[in-house]
């Protein structure tokens, strides 16, 4: 587990950056070595970062096998990042939850020192007049897990939900989309909630349909994070994920973060070199 206390200068910045997934066939040849089993996807995907989004486990609570399998096909140093499932956050609204909850908990712990941050990714109907649903929620995730909460509507961003969070310990992801806008989100930056900070860089929209390369420039919102996120990064650890969509082809995106921050930037054309060890 990355530590949240300050940092040293002789000590690396506490910043994951990484993609929301890591499935897509159309990785192989810009990312991925030509021929690159999906077998392999995620063994060498976590040969060029630390970190990944896990989508899946929105859609089930993933077989104590599956995530075991995960944790064995990535080094000790590598975590996940789950998406909550969304029968506790769409469709049961986060009530009457504690069943699903627990279960999701039990099996996500299966990734030992490899589990990350837990996403409550909230749908866009989920307004603030279910704030009552919320705050009986939060007092039920377990204290072992670094939970962040993902809103949709401009309206929860006020004092009251900054302070509810922070009471729990849990991060108000920062998200990079439509439906708030990015001034707001880089201000909420430096009102942290969590011993954790937790970014999303989604884009404004789901036109691009070809993952396999960038095709839109995003420098300047790129810059624009990287200029924020070290100063974070001195008091709490920084776990970011881009989405294909934030540019075309989201391992790109990531490595180019990754450069304006100083941290390590491992190119595509190394991993094939990999290969051999697997």
Known sequence: MIACSPFSD???????????????????????????????FLRVYSRAFDTVEVDST????????????WASRVPDEFQFALKMPQEITHESRLRNVA????????RVRELGPKLGPILVQLGP???PSEL?????????LPRDM?????????GWIHDGV?????????????????????KVMLGLAGRPTADFTYVRWMGPDRAIVDYSRV??????EIEAWARILPALASRIAVYGYFNNHFAGHSPASARELQSHLGLPVVDPSHLGEQLSLF
């Open 10 to 40: 002789d000590r690396p910045l506490p910043i994951r950056i990484g993609s929301q997934g890591w499935n897509y066939e159309a990785w192989v040849g810009p990312f991925y070595p030509e021929g690159t089993r999906p077998v392999d």
């Open 99 to 106: 069943a699903p909850l627990d279960l999701f908990c039990e």
């Open 125 to 127: 109907d989920f307004s």
């Open 146 to 154: 670094r939970v962040a909460v993902e809103f949709r509507q401009r």
């Open 162 to 182: 900054i302070a509810l969070l922070a009471e729990h310990n849990v991060a108000l992801a920062l998200t990079d989309a439509r439906w708030i806008p990015r």
């Open 215 to 220: 095709q839109v420039d995003r420098t300047r």
């Open 132 to 140: 009552p649903a919320l705050a009986t929620f939060l007092p039920m």
């Open 58 to 69: 929105f859609y089930a609570i993933p077989a104590a096998s599956t995530v075991r399998d």
